[in-house]
């Protein structure tokens, strides 16, 4: 089969099986062979990222000057250029949807856009590159729950993205479970979280340690308490007026005068 050493490669590393499958069918509909589009997808891919990075820029409502400011910036980010000339063609790929993927999932809690476009991004993203679900997770979660109104009507369309994003692809979702959290070395590879025991399970979801090898930093409880007291404090700070809304609240309005 034309499709045969991705789709390997795709068996091998099951956490990256989206840029195989995808370079396994633009061959089969050009009739190209594999090893002949590498260069031309790695390119492809890189080329993307400043176009997601400004689409995902705009849907928070940015302005259109800073998020070319950021599309440039992603563009040209030393760990980008590194990638691509490494030819991690996965990693390239994945970036683009990792940056799309946490501007649309918040804008659908938002009712900034359709749910189906999101859960659709979302369902690209586990199937590219999964790792990236360490980072954009915890990004997406923040966003929805520290919101101050309508937190309700938010999480529901943050449920309904994540069941559509798993109907449109469960076998890659049960993949990126079961390697993410599942011991099934004897099926393609130990889990990079808890094959290791809890503590480094810990200091690889905070950052303190990679997410091979078995240095761990003593620095992981404070990191991990840092990260649920940053959370605790943002809930409490949005929830609690500040002094400018107390005195406005105070501040009498008496007939015939204007208020700004």
Known sequence: ????NP?????ALPLRIGQSMAQAALMVATGGEPVNSVMVL???WALLVAPAAFVAARLPRV????AAAVAVVSATSAILVQQAYQQNVDALLGVGLALLTVASCVAAAERRVPVPFAALVLAGLVAVYTE?????APAVLGAVLQRRRHRGTAVRRSLAVL?????VAPTAWVRAVGVLAIDRAADAAASPLIRDGWYLA????????PLTGTAASRSVI????LLVLGWLLARRGRQVPGPVAHAARRRPRLPGLRHG
């Open 42 to 44: 790695t390119a492809l």
């Open 132 to 136: 990236y679900a360490l980072f954009v």
């Open 163 to 167: 069941a559509l994003a798993v109907l």
């Open 202 to 209: 810990v200091s690889r979801l905070v950052g303190a340690a």
């Open 222 to 225: 404070a990191l991990a308490g």
């Open 7 to 11: 789709m390997r490669a795709a068996l």
């Open 1 to 4: 089969m034309p499709a045969d």
């Open 63 to 66: 302005r259109r000057a800073l």
